[in-house]
C-alpha cells in the first residue's frame, strides 16, 4: 500500500515538470523574434528590439574592445564578451537586443551570440 501515495506523488511531480520543458522548448525554438518588438524611434529604453538592415560602418570602441555596427542608421553595441560573426560592410543582418540610449544616440545592445544573423 505504500507504493501507491508514492507512485501518485512521483505523477503528481512529472506533469508539472514536463509541463515546464514543453514551455522552455517551444520558447527556445520561437528565438528572438518571438520576444521583440520592430525597431522604431518612438519606443522607450529598456525594451527587447529587432531591427534588419544593411551593415553601413563596423567599428572598436576605443576601450573594452567591443564592436559598435550601423544597421540601417541605427547602432547596434556588441559587448566584447560576445563573437560576433565575420561581419563586412553590405552585409544584411538581423539584429535583436535591449534598446538604450547612449550619448544621445538610441542603439541596439547585443545579449548573445545569437542575436545577430546574416541574411
Same mark, same amino acid.
Given at each position: ?23 522552455? &522548448? ?7 523574434? @518571438?520576444?521583440? &518588438? ?24 576605443? =576601450? ?5 555596427? =550601423? ?5 547596434? @553595441? ?22 538604450? &540610449? ?8 547585443? !545579449?548573445? !551570440? ?6
Amino acid at each position: 500500500m505504500a507504493g501507491h501515495p508514492i507512485r501518485r506523488a512521483l505523477l503528481l511531480l512529472s506533469g508539472p515538470l514536463l509541463l515546464i520543458l514543453l514551455f522552455h &522548448t517551444l520558447f527556445s525554438l520561437a528565438g528572438p523574434a @518571438f520576444f521583440s &518588438t520592430p525597431y522604431n524611434s518612438s519606443l522607450t529604453d529598456g525594451g527587447r528590439v529587432s531591427h534588419a538592415g544593411v551593415v553601413e560602418d563596423i567599428r572598436e570602441t576605443r =576601450t573594452g574592445g567591443h564592436m559598435i555596427i =550601423t544597421v540601417s542608421g541605427l547602432k547596434v @553595441f556588441i559587448p566584447n564578451s560576445i563573437r560576433s560573426p565575420d561581419l563586412r560592410i553590405g552585409d544584411e543582418v538581423f539584429v535583436y537586443g535591449i534598446l538604450s &540610449t547612449f550619448d544621445g544616440d538610441r542603439e541596439i545592445t547585443i !545579449q548573445r !551570440q545569437g542575436d545577430i544573423i546574416l541574411s
